[in-house]
């Protein structure tokens, strides 16, 4: 498998990328390249990112209540951009009445606080793993 490429965005107006910034550090010490996009980015910078980057999966945080509508804006722009097989993860803080909404919108997983840091790089590298190679599903 060829080391896998993730984007860790902070879409929205949420200016606390402490947790984002530790979920990229597991990812490096799980041995994947992460391409970290900073603060404040738009549906559109985001998915322009992952594009350009060509990555392999996409993490969002999001602790401002905003993921209601920035993920469809995001899912729209991946499938425009012929990107849907990018899997995407959340974390954050996002209610449990709100999780099913975004799994129907195609979001890979929602990771809220306290999840084991393990979890999350297992569960991407799966992810990741399923997507470079379907016939090992």
Do not use: W
């Not at 990812?27 to 392999?56: C, F, H, K, S, W």
Request: aromatic share 2%.
């Amino acid at each position: 498998m060829k080391t896998p490429r993730i984007l860790i965005a902070k879409p929205g107006l949420d200016g606390h990328d402490r947790g984002a910034k530790v979920i990229a550090r597991a990812l490096r010490d799980a041995g994947m390249e992460v391409i970290y996009t900073g603060l404040r980015q738009t549906p559109e910078m985001i998915v322009n990112a992952a594009l350009q980057e060509d990555v392999d999966a996409i993490g969002l945080s999001i602790l401002s209540g905003a993921h209601p509508v920035i993920l469809p804006r995001i899912m729209t722009l991946l499938q425009e951009n012929e990107m849907e097989d990018v899997p995407v993860f959340l974390g954050g803080i996002v209610p449990d009445d709100d999780i099913p909404g975004m799994l129907d919108l195609g979001v890979a997983a929602v990771f809220g606080p306290g999840t084991k840091l393990e979890t999350i790089t297992d569960f991407i590298l799966d992810c990741v793993q399923k997507a470079q190679d379907p016939a090992a599903s």
